[in-house]
């Protein structure tokens, strides 16, 4: 499953519907809000796009490590600390495909999906900064 | 000729979720989000630097597809489209 939803999910069910023939290592990413003195964290996405893309990064994951299953599940819309953020789900053979999956799924999603953060504070609000982002701009 | 322009995040804030707007022929990417922005000088100025080029972190999107901002000016608008402008992403 490849969803931005404001519902949380059942990780558990998730994981038990991910083991398949071949299944030797599930591996589960789970981001959550941090109490980072803030109330609530508010997410955003350009939906449409930011599915498109998570579809794409699952695809070339299970390409490039031979996964035999991929969930990503984004939130977005108000949460309360603790509360799930993201659910990366990777099914594969053996724990290196998994771990390795895991990992690229993850960066590819900080790295270029359109999903932000506001972090919610008694004070107002603050969008946390992109690692990655950037227009660039040619050098040639 | 109709386009849609879409805000996110921080620009959102400034500018609303989306802007519809009639255009005329041969605008480019660049010249359609000045035309569209100026009118709030605030806004303008987060997204523009004081040379009217794109600020570096701003992120482009024609009909999904990432634009570098150095082909802004080369890229261009045509009815129908959707453009997005937005901040660096930050999911996760």
Redesign the interface.
Known sequence: MISIQTEDVDIGALINASKRYGTGAVVVFNGVVRDDDITEMELEAYEDVATQELALIAKDATEQFRLLHVDIIHRIGRLKVGENILIIVVAAGHREEAYAGSRFIIEGIKAGVPIWKKELTKEGGRWVPGEHGHGTRKTS | MTVRI?F???F?ELFGADIVTDMSAGMTLISLVTTQTKKNPVGYAAIFDEKGA????????KN?KRI????AAITPVSDGDEI?V???????
């Open positions: 879409r996110f995040a921080g959102r794109f600020r570096e972190f701003v992120i482009l999107m999904s570098d901002i150095a082909d997005a937005f901040p660096p992403v930050a999911g996760g």
